[in-house]
DNA sequence: TCTCACACTTAAACTAGATTAAGAAATGGA
DNA sequence: TCCATTTCTTAATCTAGTTTAAGTGTGAGA
């Protein structure tokens, strides 16, 4: 719990009394790589921290191909906001990449804190508006019509990622083919040369 | 003022007490279309309510080309709530589409109704969670990678103005050219025969 | 009433990116 | 360690959507 209390300290300090009390409302997972901790028509329960690892949130369209929509490694909190908050069934999937270490706070424990414990009211405050300006950045970033612009904007806001994702992922991200972003790879190189 | 009341009440009623003090929080304004009540750049201070007309929410890519990112119209509240919570930049505009009459309130009026009526604030958080669904769901609808399917969930999304949106906003929503949604059109007319 | 700025359509030439296929490289599980 | 599966790359062919250009409304302001 140490490294989530760190995090969390580098914004505001916490009494023991605080920290005892939300160690108790929060628990400790290890997932393997390709689980899931949400799967699209339920409802998203957990709030999920990350330790270690990096999973993917990604949609399924009607000709069942997935496209992702956001990573989250190392220090990140990721859910499916709309659906904790409505408590409604979710149309997206959250599965980890690689073996995670995580902790996981369900909807009425967090809401607990939130009015409870002034700190971390203030601190998912930041987390969810951080949520929603990274979503609408998301947006924004596929204005830039060139799927080039997009590889090299991906690789601004995700530069520890960038080299530890397989391109596949890269590729459904930027919502390309795998093959076409080997192609700007190729071009990219040349250029630099 | 009424219209807004109407509007809230169907989900909440209403003290006196509590329309007075909401009415003394809001202002009316009448707006020509073509005029900004966001520009990016600016800090997003107000929140608007649109008793009658048509606004576009739009972003500008770096070669100067804008992209509507949501539509908004009658009963509907609108504003880029990333920098109305934060107080920062936005990299967005709110434009008129036609004439329109409009309420708005600033930010600390709306955090004093929040604090102070519980059903402000429990309205709110509905309005806020709807908005944070549409944008995602704006960033799902992009998965259908034909122009004709987005068109068509497009015309799900807003039956009411479909035809009273020029088809070069509706372009500019789709990511397409206005020609290319001619052609469209063409195409599903044929169909339809 | 005229006109000027916009909005809409059509069509021909062009391009970004998809699809298919096939071989090479890397990775993880037993 | 070796096999199986996944991942990456290249290249040829194909298509959805762009660009350019030209012609046709249409509504608001002088």
């Known amino acids: ?25 929060i628990s400790f997972q290890k997932i393997k790589r390709k ?3 949400l799967k699209e028509g339920k409802v998203c329960k957990l709030y999920t921290y990350i330790q270690s690892g990096c ?16 990573f989250a490694a190392e220090g990140d909190w990721i859910a499916d906001i709309g659906s904790f908050y409505t408590q409604t069934a979710s149309k997206l999937n959250i599965e980890a990449i690689e073996d995670c270490e995580i902790y996981q706070i369900n909807q009425p424990d967090l809401y607990w804190l ?13 987390i969810s508006e951080n949520n929603f300006v990274e979503i609408q950045n998301r947006v924004l970033q596929n204005f830039s019509s060139t799927a080039e612009q997009r590889y090299l904007s991906f690789l601004e806001q995700y530069p520890h990622l960038s080299s530890r994702l397989p391109n596949t992922q890269i590729a459904s991200y930027l919502g390309i083919t795998p093959e ?14």
């Open 1 to 25: 719990m140490q490294v989530l209390f760190k995090d969390f300290e580098e914004i505001l300090p916490l009494t023991d009394h605080e920290k005892v009390l939300i160690e108790s409302k």
């Open 114 to 126: 939130l009015e409870n414990l002034p700190k971390v009211n203030r601190m998912f405050k930041v």
């Open 35 to 37: 689980s899931l901790v």
């Open 180 to 193: 076409f972003l080997s192609k700007i790879r190729k071009g990219l190189t040349k250029k630099r040369l």
């Open 55 to 70: 999973f993917r949130m990604y949609g399924i369209d009607d000709k069942g191909f997935s496209h992702n929509i956001q």
